[in-house]
């Protein structure tokens, strides 16, 4: 059974750091194009940083410069490093796992920037 586990979210400061990670298993992910996704109350999830089997990345433009995405295809983990937070990258985030056999996700972790 594939499962994505999310974890390390919780509250900071803003220009506060946070590293929230995802730990998936139940196959094998190397060839997956792994990503986070937020939620905000009342908006849509949309997409924060997607990385390939190979490292290349994609990061949404509100958040380059100040997050960084990365993987270890050895032990099925993704890693979302958020520096320089701001107020309005409070949301739920959630692991995706977008794969030949399937398109998985989290069930998601609370981040919330605030003073």
């Known amino acids: 059974q594939v499962q994505l586990a999310e974890s390390g979210g919780g509250l900071v400061q803003p220009g506060g750091s946070l590293r929230v990670s995802c730990a998936a298993s139940?196959?094998?992910?190397?060839?997956?194009?792994m990503g986070w996704y937020r939620q905000a109350p009342g908006k849509q999830r949309q997409l924060v940083a997607a990385?390939?089997?190979?490292?290349?990345?994609n990061l949404a433009d509100s958040v380059k410069g100040r997050f960084t995405i990365s993987r270890n295809n050895a032990e099925n983990t993704l890693d979302l490093q958020m520096d320089s937070l701001k107020p309005e990258d409070t949301a739920v985030y959630y692991c995706?796992?977008?794969?030949?056999?399937?398109?998985?996700w989290g069930q998601g972790t609370q981040v919330t920037v605030s003073s």
């Open positions: 995706n796992a977008a794969c030949r056999f399937g398109n998985y």
């Open positions: 139940g196959s094998n992910f190397r060839f997956c194009v």
């Open positions: 990385i390939t089997s190979g490292g290349s990345t």
